[in-house]
Nanobody, 123 residues
Framework: QVQLVESGGGLVQPGGSLRLSCAPS????????MAWYRQAPGKQRELVAS???????NYADSVKGRFTISRDNAKYTVYLQMNSLKTEDTAVYYC?????????????????WGQGTQVTVSS
């Protein structure tokens, strides 16, 4: 059983920074695309940033220039460095990853979600 374990959320003042981390636990073969999503109260979950295993990144327009996604493939860990935080960045942030796992004699790709970590930007 694979789980995505997130850490790094919290309360920060506007203009501050936070760094989120996420890594899978359990037994797996490899990790492919990894991403961060967020969901604010009363809003739909939205993509914040994504990164392929080869390093191709994609960002939501609202976070470009402020957030940076990175990953350590050796540790199967993805990070989200969030700078110049705004009150509108307040949300639950979710890690998402495509994880290859052994399924009998085959290797299967399964999409997993983390449990979410709260980020609150407030003075």
């Amino acid at each position: 059983q694979v789980q995505l374990v997130e850490s790094g959320g919290g309360l920060v003042q506007p203009g501050g920074s936070l760094r989120l981390s996420c890594a899978p636990s359990g037994t797996f073969v490899s990790v492919n695309d990894m991403a961060w999503y967020r969901q604010a109260p009363g809003k739909q979950r939205e993509l914040v940033a994504s990164m392929s295993r080869s390093g191709i990144t994609n960002y939501a327009d609202s976070v470009k220039g402020r957030f940076t996604i990175s990953r350590d493939n050796a540790k199967y860990t993805v990070y989200l460095q969030m700078n110049s935080l705004k009150t509108e960045d307040t949300a639950v942030y979710y890690c998402n990853a495509d994880v290859s796992t052994a399924q009998g004699m085959r290797i299967g790709l399964i999409n997993y979600w983390g449990q979410g970590t709260q980020v609150t930007v407030s003075s």
